[in-house]
């Protein structure tokens, strides 16, 4: 049975998740083809990479410091087959900064 807590955690996960996605991505995407990647998979093994997750989640939600959110893309990428689908990589890493 869901509760309210389970509840309020689910919306407040989709909509950081959501406002992440929906930011514009084009100079990830233009970045990644550039260098013969797929814009849609997420990879931690380059560090410009994580670096404009990190600024982006920060640009977008202050509220998560740039420590936690490195804390959990690693956590993502320790636990993930890499590279990652984007969305579902940034539902991990949104879900995780939720807990911290």
């Known amino acids: 049975m869901e509760t309210v807590l389970d509840k309020n955690f689910t919306m407040a996960l989709d909509a950081d998740l959501t406002m992440v996605i929906e930011n514009s991505w084009a100079s990830y995407d233009r970045k990644k083809l550039s260098e013969g990647g797929d814009p849609c998979y997420f990879s931690c093994k380059t560090n410009w990479e994580v670096d404009y997750l990190v600024g982006k989640i920060g640009g977008i939600?202050?509220?998560y410091s740039e420590c936690n959110s490195r804390k959990a893309?690693?956590?993502v990428c320790l636990a993930s087959s890499i590279p990652a689908k984007r969305e579902q990589f940034l539902?991990?890493?949104?879900?995780?900064?939720q807990l911290l």
Request: glycine share 8%; aromatic share 0%; proline share 8%.
């Open 61 to 63: 939600h202050p509220k």
């Open 73 to 75: 893309i690693k956590m």
């Open 91 to 97: 539902e991990q890493v949104m879900g995780i900064l």
